[in-house]
């Protein structure tokens, strides 16, 4: 195989390469904000309540949710006592204490 006809293989082989890397950063963003069928939502019933990266206060803040924030509640933690919810808002998902969330 000539050199001329292996740098257009490598060259298309990177194009294509790209082209995944593209359509997976892509889809990794729509995969941050997903919406499923099944959501249930309310509202965070403070001001600058801390989303959590982890059910627990020793965990990263990953966002502030608001009143006016309207959320998707995920999942609860096995103690009841966080709540996983993805701010429609922010795009942010995490946890927050049960005593902030609301229907």
Not at 16 to 31: D, F, K, Q, Y
Not at 83 to 95: C, L
Request: hydrophobic fraction near 40%; charged fraction near 15%.
């Amino acid at each position: 195989m000539s050199s001329a006809i292996r740098g257009k293989s490598v060259g298309k082989r990177t194009a294509a390469v790209a082209g995944v890397l593209v359509a997976a950063a892509i889809g990794a963003g729509a995969l941050a904000a997903p919406a499923y069928a099944d959501d249930v939502y309310g509202h965070c019933t403070g001001e600058g309540v801390r989303i959590r990266a982890a059910a627990s206060t020793s965990s990263s803040v990953v966002g502030l949710c608001y009143s006016d924030h309207r959320l998707a509640h995920r999942d609860v933690s096995a103690d009841g006592q966080w709540d996983k919810i993805y701010d429609v808002n922010t795009g942010t998902s995490g946890w927050i204490s049960h005593g902030y969330w609301s229907w």
